[in-house]
């Protein structure tokens, strides 16, 4: 994962609004993607041109930005910045159950941006290391639970101890050069058949 995010996707219905935004954003050296005058099109927008992060305007037409906002994450991965004129408790609220990485109130300027974007970019960052640990915690315990269940099926099969069982299973993987898993597995469907 990059650093920084370099494609910003911006969706903005106001023109003059988007103008303004385009041209901050190039200025500090991020490539946009669009505008898009409205959700449906950012929604387009989003599932086209591959951005790094998305900026949206929480009120536009045909789709809501945080609505559209959710959507991305969920299917494409995309964090986004809701960018919105109004700032009371609701839509901050909305914008935290959205999962949105940042809020920014209307109109923003260049440094604001720039701030913003880096923020939620190192949130979006940690968020995703933080699932990746917690999908390989899960993964090495499902495997653990493979593997226990292969060595009780030999404890009570053949008799052998927890330990010998275990060694076995080891003995199995390393002369088949198999992960010891592999062998577990192979060892549960074969006692499913029976």
Partial sequence: ????????????????????????????????????????????????????????DVRMPKRDGLSIAGEIYEELG?????????????YVRMAQQAGVFGYLVKPATGGQLRACIEVAWGAYVRACQSSKVNADLRRKLEERRIVERAKWILVQRKGLSEADAMH??????RSTRRKIVEVAQQLLDANELI
Wanted: aromatic residues 4%; hydrophobic residues 50%; proline residues 8%.
């Fill in 78 to 90: 995309i964090p986004a910045i809701i960018l919105s004129a109004f700032s009371d408790d609701e």
């Fill in 1 to 56: 994962m990059p650093a920084h995010p370099s494609r910003i996707l911006v969706a903005e219905d106001e023109h003059l609004v988007a103008t303004d935004l385009v041209m901050h954003l190039r200025d500090a050296g991020y490539k946009v993607v669009g505008p898009a005058p409205d959700g449906e099109a950012a929604l387009e927008f989003a599932r086209s041109a591959d951005p790094d992060l998305a900026l949206l």
């Fill in 168 to 173: 076995a299973l080891q003995r199995h993987a």
